[in-house]
């Protein structure tokens, strides 16, 4: 796959719902960073609260910092899957904080992302990277499902989707040999999914050793190398192995 440096360009910037509209063209694809989000696109989504607004911007000083990480994501992917897959994203400061959800895929209005912050008021670089291919993953899995051994991935589940419906995101052990990551991954087909896609992209300790010390989670990592291997030959298991430096045991 080919790799390159910080390749998002400044294309545009217009007027727009009374405020500035920035948006950056990814170089090698059709994928659009936009660092606001207006009314029109927001009111889509389904967890907003009620205040009504006319944009809601990025602060300018972490723009850099947010294209590079959106820089660093979509450049693990072919240029064709993202062509076929990602046209915008939206990238903005938190509306309602502490209540916004931090990622959401809406079809035609595009990927929309609400910067998460750590505790020193930075943005927390790998949890934004982290959500990133969290909901590219919701549009792949919704698109391309048939390449998805979706039989096989539910034969290891030793919980029904929906049994447990919690928002909560931390690795829990004691759901490992039962087949999930965490208590938000047993919702359903997706969350399950994407709790493994948006962690086979990024270097997090304790997801590989959970997956290497529990069969079930390496079974399931199997399968999803295997489908995005099958969208993509360079996103094969060998590639997330090496991209996080971790070897399995034979």
């Not at 931090?102 to 990277?129: V, W």
């Not at 050793?209 to 990592?221: G, N």
Request: hydrophobic letters at 40%; one cysteine or more; proline letters at 2%.
């Amino acid at each position: 796959m080919k790799k390159s440096l910080f390749l998002l360009v400044l294309v545009v910037i217009t007027q727009w719902v009374y405020a500035q509209t920035i948006c950056w063209q990814d170089s090698l694809s059709k994928a659009k960073v936009y660092l606001s989000i207006a009314e029109q696109d927001y009111k889509y989504h389904p967890h907003r609260t009620g205040r009504a607004f006319e944009v809601i911007e990025s602060a300018p000083e972490f723009h850099e910092t947010i294209l590079r990480i959106a820089n660093k994501s979509l450049r693990k992917y072919s240029n064709e899957l993202l062509n076929n897959h990602v046209d915008r994203l939206y990238i903005y400061d938190q509306f309602d904080r502490g209540n916004d959800l931090m990622g959401l895929y809406r079809g035609r209005h595009g990927l929309l992302f609400a910067i998460p912050y750590l505790e020193n008021g930075q943005i927390d670089t790998l949890d934004l990277e982290r959500v990133i291919h969290h909901e590219i993953s919701h549009r792949l899995l919704m698109f391309e499902g048939k390449y998805f051994d979706l039989k096989s991935w539910k034969q290891i589940n030793r919980l029904n989707y929906g049994s447990i419906k919690s928002y909560n995101r931390d690795f829990d052990p004691e759901l490992y040999d039962k087949g999930f990551l965490n208590k938000y991954g047993v919702m359903n087909k997706y969350e399950d999914m994407a709790s493994f896609a948006e962690n086979i992209f990024i270097n997090k300790p304790i997801f590989w050793e959970a997956v290497l010390s529990h069969e079930a989670l390496r079974k399931k990592f199997d399968i999803i190398c295997d489908f995005y291997g099958a969208l993509d030959p360079s996103l094969n298991q060998e590639f997330f192995l090496q991209l996080n430096g971790i070897v399995l045991a034979d």
